[in-house]
């Protein structure tokens, strides 16, 4: 029977544990400084305060007229850009709402080309504009075919070939630090 043989560590082996061992250390540290704050869970992070409410309008009426004019047609207004609120408000101004705005935005068309090939477009227009999107499809004989988005300079948009035959653009911004009610009052009806 053959013993072991010990040898001294390599410069390359000690080398190669030593770079381990810090990663490791490095990569340990920050999760049990978080756990000590109590905060590992709850990532900092505010959804109404990312941008002001001018822009958010601004940058929701842009996205869906540059994807009506990309699709051409006769569009129309049908709704906004109006008032919102972020999701978890509940407009009231209270300290224990988390306040917040959004602008809504939709338009809509009759069809007239071909619903698929005017999905890619739309799909290659919002990706170039940091959206993520998805496709989607209704049941049913005669369905609606779509595509949602959100990312980017929108909190979500859908844009929809019914099956009676229009187009929808559906739009909502990011959320914006304002008061509801304030700009609600403050602000013209379109």
């Not at 756990?35 to 601004?58: I, N, Q, S, Y």
């Not at 906004?80 to 978890?88: A, F, I, N, T």
């Not at 709402?97 to 739309?122: F, H, K, N, Q, S």
């Amino acid at each position: 029977m053959t013993r072991p043989v010990n040898r001294p560590l390599t410069r390359r082996t000690s080398g190669v544990r030593l770079l381990g061992t810090a990663a490791l250390l490095l990569a340990v540290v920050p999760v049990l400084g978080g756990c000590a704050k109590g905060d590992l869970m709850e990532p900092e992070h505010d959804p109404h305060r990312t941008v002001a409410p001018d822009a958010a309008k601004r940058s929701i009426v842009d996205v869906v007229d540059e994807t009506a004019t990309t699709v051409e047609g006769d569009w129309k207004v049908v709704s906004g850009p109006r008032l919102g609120l972020c999701p978890g408000s509940n407009g009231s101004g209270d300290a224990d709402d988390e306040g917040g705005i959004t602008w809504v935005y939709m338009r809509e068309r009759e069809a007239a080309g071909d619903p698929r090939d005017d999905l890619r477009t739309v799909g290659k227009l919002w990706r170039g504009l940091g959206i993520t999107t998805e496709r989607f499809r209704s049941g049913g004989d005669d369905p609606d075919l779509g595509l949602r988005g959100h990312g980017g300079p929108v909190s979500s948009i859908v844009f929809t070939a019914t099956s009676r035959g229009s187009y929808t653009i559906d739009g909502e911004s990011q959320c914006a630090d304002a008061d509801h009610g304030d700009l609600a009052t403050s602000t013209p009806a379109p």
